[in-house]
């Protein structure tokens, strides 16, 4: 069965930069693009962007450019996603998720809790 | 980019009653539209894509409808199981922005 299984918590000061991972297995990596989603504590869901396992294309969403960075190891079937210059409002939990056939996000991993303090 | 806007913000049923819950895009966004359920605590799950159709292992009791610019999701027969956030997602562009949410209680 399809998995997404993502690294484990982080704490982080301001300023620093954290790098997240997300194992895919039980399909073929290189067939469904990735995206990460993250959630303030008690807020909504925030797309970040979104990376194709098949290429070189990444997409990230106008909020994070200049601070994101998607990228994938096919060997393992692993995206990593990199935040720097972190503020105390990038505290989230982070999620990775895959979409189907049609663009929705149908597997989603169990979420990395971020968080940035002093 | 493309604004979704949710309503309710919060909805409080009985068990048993019919739910809509509403999601209006800024612009036509065809049916390209999913609704996710998700628990406190928990990753979001797929419940509707493409507007309507159900995702496998879904109840049947949900159901979504709408096109456009206008959006529906429905719980027929509310249970206790279903308090949970509800949003919905464009994904005919990116960014693929979510909804507010809909926070459910029973």
């Known amino acids: 069965q399809v998995q997404l299984v993502q690294s484990g918590a982080e704490v982080k000061k301001p300023g620093a930069s954290v790098k997240l991972s997300c194992r895919a297995s039980g399909y073929t990596f290189s067939n469904f693009y990735l995206h990460w989603v993250r959630q303030a504590p008690g807020q909504g869901l925030e797309w970040v962007g979104m990376i194709n396992p098949s290429g070189v294309s990444t997409r990230y969403a106008q909020n994070f450019q200049g601070r994101v960075t998607m990228t994938k190891d096919t060997s393992t079937s692993t995206v990593y996603m990199e935040l720097s210059s972190l503020r105390s409002d990038d505290t989230a939990v982070y999620f990775c998720?895959?979409?189907?056939?049609?663009?929705?996000?149908?597997?989603w991993g169990q979420g990395t809790l971020v968080t940035v303090s002093s | 980019d493309i604004q979704l806007t949710q309503s309710p913000s919060f909805l409080s049923a009985s068990v048993g009653d019919r739910v809509t819950f509403t999601c209006r895009a800024s612009q036509g966004i065809g049916r390209y539209l999913a609704w996710y359920q998700q628990e406190p605590g928990k990753a979001p799950k797929l419940l509707i894509y493409s507007a309507s159709t159900l995702q496998s292992g879904v109840p049947s009791r949900f159901s979504g409808s709408g096109s456009g610019t206008d959006f529906t999701l429905t719980i027929s027969s509310l249970q206790p199981e279903d308090v949970a956030t509800y949003y919905c997602q464009q994904l005919t562009s990116h960014p693929y922005d979510f909804g507010q949410g809909t926070k459910l209680a029973i």
């Open positions: 998720a895959r979409t189907s056939w049609f663009g929705e996000f149908s597997h």
